[in-house]
């Protein structure tokens, strides 16, 4: 039977930290840290996520302020808000929840995003930033914000014990915010990784080879057990709604449990650890504000 690598403690450590820092830059900043998170749709399960780092910031000791513009003012309201959120002194992180409304989403929204108040790093700079660190190190003495779920699969396998160094690594899916800095991040880290996505022409024979599966595509129960190699690890970032209505990932983890070494379930894998590491983000954009930092 598989391991179970699980995420709620790493997440529980994250945030147990994450809230004497809070504490600390709240008396620093005379008020406590703050993330503004603006989510167009209340429908979507965008509105769930941010149900839940609203439950968690509030536990934390950081106040959220929740944005849910209307779709029909149109893309320029929302750069205005991105510019009034990153003008504003009460404000000390910024989310931007996706999806959103056709045509948002494009790089001046992007540009405008104040890099200092970006956790999930977002903005056209920390992005490129990331993108242009060779070495872990180089990523990590840069100090600037990483995507928060990429940096999760980072955290969650390290905790496991699991060092990427010279490790075959599928990663499968190459979202600009999840699959590509989290294949990045693993380079950086010297593993070899080899990005798929749904034009990727032999996946069977890239998976069969790797040691270590990351999945991130957003299809519920995808990966079976005749498509890895017996013994691989399985990292699954997916939140899907599966057959029987439930949350599942990208993993059909009953299933893989005779075949896989070690998986991450779905829920309480990967999702809590994104979670805490978005907190510490934020967290960490209020401590730059306290020191001046930009
Ligand atoms: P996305 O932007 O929709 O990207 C999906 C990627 O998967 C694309 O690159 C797509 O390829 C690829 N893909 C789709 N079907 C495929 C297939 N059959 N074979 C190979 N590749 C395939 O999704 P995302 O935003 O990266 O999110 C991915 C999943 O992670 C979703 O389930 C999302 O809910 C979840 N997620 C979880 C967390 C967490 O904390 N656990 C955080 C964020 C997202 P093309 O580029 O060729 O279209």
Do not use: Q
């Amino acid at each position: 039977m598989a391991d179970i690598i699980e995420g709620k403690t790493l997440s529980r450590s994250i945030l147990a930290e994450v809230s004497s820092r809070a504490a600390a830059a709240a008396s620093a900043l005379g008020r406590k840290p703050s993330l503004a998170i603006i989510n167009y749709y209340a429908d979507s399960p965008s509105a769930i996520y941010v149900k839940r780092k609203m439950t968690a910031c509030a536990a934390a000791g950081i106040e959220t302020r929740l944005l849910m513009p209307d779709e029909a003012k149109g893309k320029e309201h929302f750069f205005g808000l991105l510019r009034e959120l990153g003008a504003d002194a009460g404000t000390d992180a910024i989310m931007v929840e996706r999806p959103l409304p056709p045509g948002f989403d494009v790089p001046e929204a992007w540009e405008l995003l104040d890099p200092a108040k970006d956790p999930d790093a977002l903005s056209t700079l920390n992005m490129g930033r990331l993108f242009l660190a060779k070495t872990w190190r180089e990523i990590e003495e840069g100090g600037s914000f990483v995507p928060c779920t990429a940096l999760a699969v980072v955290k969650i396998m390290r905790h496991a014990g699991i060092d990427p160094s010279g490790r075959e690594i599928a990663v499968v899916g190459r979202s600009a915010i999840v699959g590509r800095p989290a294949a990045h991040m693993l380079t950086c880290l010297d593993a070899t990784v080899t990005l798929c996505h749904s034009r990727t022409k032999d996946i069977a024979a890239v998976l069969k080879r790797a040691e270590i599966v990351v999945t991130a595509i957003g299809k519920a129960l995808w990966l079976k057990p005749g498509m890895i190699s017996p013994g691989a690890t399985v990292i699954d970032v997916g939140t899907n709604i599966g057959p029987d209505g439930k949350m599942c990932g990208d993993a059909d983890f009953a299933a893989l449990a005779g075949t896989a070494g070690r998986i991450t379930p779905v829920p309480g894998g990967v999702g809590p650890v994104t979670l805490a590491c978005l907190l510490e983000a934020a967290v960490k954009a209020a401590e730059k504000r306290t020191r001046g930092e930009k």
